[in-house]
Structure formats: structure tokens, C-alpha cells
């Protein structure tokens, strides 16, 4: 279980539930237009408008405010910490006499310090110093994603997605982001929750 599970559970759902506001909206307004006369139809289609614009308000800002939860998590959790910091595996990635592969680093992070941020940026920074990203391999690390930025540069890339979806109301749009989430914001998530 990702350490933000819960945060992207609260987005997942709330994208879900604004998809299905959407969708009752449309169902609404077509019937409505089949079954009532000219300007009663533009009086029931007025009211629900203006009722949907103020869903869809409300489900922007609980979408964005989930958003920033999640971004305060990593903010929290991705903080250095002295407590966690391993002076010996530091001073051996620091000394000349060893030379550390991205496959090295990459067994350390998953089997010595995965449950450890603060060593995980460190791994990341010598990963980073010594080039050891440039590669398919690289490419493919868990360490590529262990630094605060890049988490955090990917939640808000999400928020920005949702919020547009939604403020744009594109309906389609958002009614596969809620089916799809996972699978949209792939890259996204595998930033946020990687070891």
C-alpha cells in the first residue's frame, strides 16, 4: 500500500462522484428536452445550469483541496530527517575507493531504506551526481523518483488535469479520468508513490 493511498483514494472518489453529477445533469437536460415544451425547457434547463455550475464550483475546490493534501503529505514525509540519515552508508557513497552502480543503489533503496525517504534522496542525489539516470536502466529506476520535486511536480501536474476536466466542463473527459484514473495519470502516480 502506497503511503498516499488514502489522499488518492479521496481524489479518486471525488472525481467520481462529480462524474456522476455530470452525468445525471446531462440525462436531465435530454429528457427534459424531449418530454417539455420550448420554454419550459429553457426554464428547468436555466435553474439546472446554474445548479450544476455550483457542483461543479464545489467538486473543483474538494478536488483541489484533496490535491493539497496529498501535496502536504509528501511535503511531510519526503522531509529530511537527521534521525534517518545512515552516516555509514553516506561516508561509503562519498568515499573514493567505492564506485556504486544504479543497480547497487537501486538494491539498497528496495531492500535497505525503502521505508526511509531521507536516505532514498540520498541514493537519488549520488544516482544524480554521477550520471547513473541517462540509461534505459536509469530510465526505469525507483530512485529516479525519490526527490520532493518531482512528487511534488507531479501532484500538481494531476490537480491542474482534474480542475481543468472539470472547470471546463468537459463531462466526457471527466467521466473517463474517474474510470481511468490509474491509468491516465500512470506516469504521475508512479512519481508520487514510488518506494
Known sequence: MSVYERELSEIRSALSQFAKV?????EEIEQAQRNYNPDAFREFSKAKTEEFQKAKSQYSQRVSELCDKLTNKIRKYWQPDTRLYKKDAVEMLESPYFSFTLRDLN??????????????????????????????????????????????????????????????????????????FDTIFNAGLTAIGEL
Open 107 to 180: 538494491q539498497m533503496a528496495t531492500e535497505q531504506y525503502a521505508d526511509n525517504p531521507t536516505m532514498l534522496q540520498v541514493l537519488h542525489a549520488y544516482a544524480k551526481k554521477n550520471q547513473l539516470f541517462s540509461d534505459a536502466e536509469g530510465a526505469a529506476s525507483p530512485l529516479l523518483y525519490a526527490d520532493e520535486k518531482v512528487k511534488i511536480q507531479n501532484a500538481e501536474e494531476i490537480k491542474k488535469a482534474l480542475i481543468s476536466a472539470i472547470g471546463f466542463s468537459d463531462q466526457a473527459a471527466v467521466r473517463t479520468m474517474a474510470d481511468k
Open 22 to 26: 455530470s452525468r445525471n445533469f446531462e
